[in-house]
């Protein structure tokens, strides 16, 4: 697994909400709570009966899973896979019937986002259980916009939500910052979802400037948008998508945290809270669950490997990864 081993500022001196060194933090699900009594927790066996008691996913086998890996924000685990410009009917057929197959853990909110030209494909056959997004919205209203997509036209065929800012939009396309913010605050009036992908280049990284440009973009989409409710923020370092190149999980880790204090200070606590804040950049099978563990990790969007339904079932599954094996 190659990875960019470019390290930033530690993440403890970053965020507040970190347990101290040698102190077990309480656990309330998949989460630290505050609710647990630390002095009825007097000895690592009632600890454990205690978080046993509260978790709210595990697994059907009567034994008791013994730990869990806290989930700093209180939204559900999401997985979104990005099908980009790949596909056609007969290999959409494929896939839609290997997810229909799939066995897929219940507490994750799981999209995809097919190419416009097979949503409609994807919506009738597709299970319920996974919703639709698109690749991208238009800024406004439908009108003389010859090749755009409105928002009103995806909600208009069962879209869900709507992948936004994404780094090929930005790179290749030419997309700006501010284009993007009034793109996402358009999608949401008309009750789309808004996947919000922010991240930095190989060269940004390496001038130390990961968290200045994803504050950057983050600040765009807060200019623009009313609120935060349907957004889901997807940090996907540019240098890891479709590289091979995935972030370690230590590096996400690092980057979500930034994100979400970011939250806690230019929006609210309650925001930074429930928002997901979900990873992209190589993921696949073999490593989603090691990212799965890292606290602020609510999810991921995946592109490459979203195209093979064994491996996106077991991508999504491994929101079972933030429990520790008994
Ligand atoms: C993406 O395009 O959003 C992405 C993360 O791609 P990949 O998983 O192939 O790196």
Redesign the pocket.
């Known amino acids: 697994m190659a990875m960019v081993s470019t390290s930033l500022t530690p993440a403890s001196q970053l965020s507040g909400h970190k347990s101290a060194a040698g102190s077990p933090p309480l656990f309330s699900g998949l989460r630290r709570s505050s609710k647990l009594d630390s002095a009825s927790l007097s000895t690592t066996q009632s600890f454990f009966q205690s978080v046993n008691s509260h978790i709210r996913i595990c697994s059907p086998s009567t034994r008791p899973c013994r730990g869990i890996v806290a989930m700093a924000g209180t939204g559900k685990f999401f997985v979104g896979g ?1 099908w ?1 410009c790949n596909g056609t009917k007969d290999s959409i057929k494929q896939l839609v019937s290997d997810l229909n197959s799939a066995t897929l853990e219940p507490d994750v909110d799981v999209v995809v986002g097919p190419p416009f030209v097979y949503i409609d494909q994807v919506k009738s056959s597709l299970t319920d259980r996974i919703e639709i997004a698109a690749q991208n919205s238009w800024i406004g209203k439908g009108g003389a916009f010859t090749g755009e997509i409105s928002a009103e036209q995806l909600t208009d065929i069962g879209c869900k939500w709507v992948i936004l800012g ?3 939009r930005r790179h290749v396309i030419g997309e700006d910052d501010q284009f993007i913010g009034k793109k996402a605050a358009y999608a949401l009036g008309q009750n789309l979802g808004v996947i919000a ?1 922010i991240g930095e280049l190989l060269e940004e990284r390496e001038a130390g400037k990961t968290f200045e440009v994803c504050f950057k973009q983050l600040k765009a989409y807060a200019d623009a948008v009313p609120s935060w409710d349907n957004i889901v923020i ?1 940090y ?1 370092p540019v240098w ?4 091979g190149k995935v972030a370690s999980p230590e590096q996400a880790q690092e980057v979500h945290v930034a994100v979400r204090d970011w939250l806690a200070k230019n929006v609210s606590a309650e925001v930074a809270s429930k928002t997901r804040i979900i990873y ?4 696949n099978a073999g490593n989603s669950a090691e990212l799965a563990k890292k606290e602020d990790i609510d999810g991921f ?6 195209l093979k339904g064994s491996d996106f079932a077991t991508i999504i599954n491994s929101v079972t990864a933030k429990k520790v094996a008994a």
Not at 240 to 243: C, E, Q, R
Not at 301 to 306: I, M, T, Y
């Open positions: 990005n980009k994404h780094s090929e992908c997807a996907e890891a998508i479709g590289t992209g950049g190589s993921v969007l995946v592109g490459g490997a979203s």
